[in-house]
């Protein structure tokens, strides 16, 4: 499939938080860090043309985290962003401490998330985060403190709105009690369904529900399965079919694939564009099943 004249507008829009227009594919500025999101990348001028080209295909929803270099990645999208463009959206998270590469442990004292704020509005450059999520609950520390205190950073005008991560549609109601929730980013592609139950919940409250890991893998994406044969038959790579069905499946879906590649980013645009009949998405579920009923 071309990409040449695709951007983020083909993937529709959807309301964060019922002010916050964002186009529904964005970007995951994750991988924009060193190897295991340990340090600085391996290729940072590569990355800073990613960043610039993010905001060419008219991609206005760009997600990181203060623990992803730690500190980085926030670092390199302030530094190279700002000034930002007015419709530009920045989501970031903060509770999850560093030990090392791809070692995490949760803190959600609200001294400290007071601190990751802080610490993020300067690495940003903003003087207000549009969305501000909690990275994953602590289970020593009550969510109503973590988030008490977030509420009140909303409060004092440092947060625009509030999401969580990793949740339970029972562990979303308890938080709803202290905070208003706009958005849930939890595990979640075509061969990973483990938080279907959440999706729906977001659906009915209409919560922005952030995909991570948005791309099949396994045995779905092996080369020569089904799948792929399908995205083959269609035109399309195995990436660009897995995110066209995120986009698909729920119209509160936010897909954010991230990548280091300005190549990548190019070709998972492309998802926007894709568009199949029915038949062609019943087949496609049906392939989905059958390898997950195989494994």
């Given at each position: 499939m071309s990409t040449a004249a695709v951007n983020a507008k083909a993937s529709g829009t959807f309301q964060l938080g019922g002010d916050l227009t964002v186009n529904r594919l964005g970007?995951?500025?994750?991988?924009?860090?060193?190897?295991?999101?340990?340090?600085?990348?391996?290729?940072?001028?590569?990355?800073?043309?990613?960043?610039?080209?993010?905001?060419?295909?008219?991609?206005?929803?760009?997600?990181?985290?203060?623990?992803?270099?730690?500190?980085?990645?926030?670092?390199?999208?302030?530094?190279?962003?700002?000034?930002?463009?007015?419709?530009?959206?920045?989501?970031?998270?903060?509770?999850?401490?560093?030990?090392?590469?791809?070692?995490?442990?949760?803190?959600?004292?609200?001294?400290?998330l007071q601190q990751c704020v802080e610490m993020s509005l300067r690495r940003l450059r903003l003087e207000r985060i549009d969305l501000y999520q909690?990275?994953?609950?602590?289970?020593?520390?009550?969510?109503?403190?973590?988030?008490?205190?977030?509420?009140?950073?909303?409060?004092?005008?440092?947060?625009?709105?509030?999401g969580l991560s990793e949740v339970s549609p029972e562990e979303i109601e308890r938080a709803k009690k202290t905070a208003t929730i706009v958005s849930v980013q939890n595990r979640y592609n075509i061969s990973d369904r483990e938080h279907e139950k959440t999706l729906t919940y977001c659906e009915e409250h209409k919560l922005g529900f952030i995909p991570w890991f948005p791309v099949a893998a396994g045995k779905l994406a092996e080369p020569k399965g089904s799948f792929a044969n399908l995205a083959k038959q269609h035109g399309v790579s195995v990436a660009q079919l897995s995110l066209a069905w995120l986009l698909h499946r729920s119209p509160v879906m936010l897909p954010i694939p991230g990548t280091s590649s300005v190549k990548h980013l190019e070709e998972n645009i492309g998802a926007a564009a894709v568009q199949l009949s029915d038949q062609d998405w019943r087949q496609i579920e049906q392939s989905a099943k059958a390898v997950g009923a195989a494994g």
């Open positions: 970007f995951g500025a994750m991988r924009i860090t060193g190897q295991g999101i340990w340090g600085e990348p391996k290729h940072p001028e590569e990355g800073r043309r990613v960043l610039r080209r993010v905001v060419e295909l008219r991609i206005n929803f760009i997600d990181t985290a203060d623990s992803y270099g730690p500190e980085v990645n926030e670092r390199i999208i302030g530094e190279t962003l700002r000034p930002y463009p007015k419709d530009l959206v920045i989501a970031t998270k903060g509770g999850l401490t560093r030990q090392g590469p791809n070692k995490w442990q949760p803190v959600g004292r609200p001294e400290y909690l990275h994953r609950i602590d289970p020593k520390v009550p969510v109503e403190e973590s988030l008490g205190a977030l509420a009140d950073l909303q409060k004092a005008g440092k947060i625009r709105h509030i």
